[in-house]
């Protein structure tokens, strides 16, 4: 648990703090035009357009951090873990604005960076949820 929390902070910090967009010129921006080509294709291109893949992009983007927050956190509420990934979405796009030129920061990326947190912390509170039931059931089907 340990090395994947600190693998996906070290990836979290790397795509955050990058000096260039991710999608500049190179291998993102090819499958971004490879997704868009493939949406016109089937009849989606109105709907699946760049803004689209980039907010898909940064909402699954915090769900593991949500869940993250959720198992590191296990005693906060709900309401203190949405608050620590509202500040960390919020620390981050500022500190690209500050300090990264060619990064651009917005509050609809902190929305669906938030919005990313909260499917993971519900998420990991089903798999939890689900978890305690299959303990319990198999605790009465023995006794």
């Given at each position: 648990?340990?090395?994947?929390?600190?693998?996906?902070?070290?990836?979290?910090?790397?795509?955050?703090?990058?000096?260039?967009?991710?999608?500049?010129?190179?291998?993102?921006?090819?499958?971004?035009?490879?997704?868009l080509n493939m949406a016109?294709?089937?009849?989606?291109?109105?709907?699946?357009?760049?803004?689209?893949?980039?907010?898909?992009a940064n909402l699954l983007?915090?769900?593991?951090?949500?869940?993250?927050?959720?198992?590191?956190?296990?005693?906060?509420?709900?309401?203190?873990?949405?608050?620590?990934?509202?500040?960390?979405?919020?620390?981050?796009?500022?500190?690209?604005?500050?300090?990264?030129?060619?990064?651009?920061?917005?509050?609809?990326?902190?929305?669906?960076?938030?919005?990313?947190?909260?499917?993971?912390?519900?998420?990991?509170?089903?798999?939890?949820?689900?978890?305690?039931?299959?303990?319990?059931?198999?605790?009465?089907?023995?006794?």
């Open positions: 648990m340990l090395a994947s929390t600190i693998g996906y902070v070290m990836f979290w910090a790397l795509v955050s703090f990058y000096p260039s967009p991710v999608d500049s010129p190179g291998f993102v921006q090819s499958v971004i035009d490879r997704i016109g294709d089937v009849g989606l291109g109105s709907i699946v357009n760049y803004s689209f893949i980039e907010a898909a983007f915090y769900v593991p951090i949500g869940v993250l927050l959720d198992l590191i956190f296990m005693r906060a509420p709900f309401w203190q873990k949405l608050y620590f990934a509202f500040g960390v979405s919020l620390a981050a796009e500022t500190l690209q604005g500050l300090f990264i030129s060619r990064r651009v920061s917005s509050w609809q990326d902190v929305l669906h960076n938030v919005f990313g947190a909260v499917i993971g912390l519900l998420l990991a509170r089903q798999v939890k949820s689900k978890s305690r039931h299959d303990y319990l059931d198999k605790a009465e089907s023995k006794s």
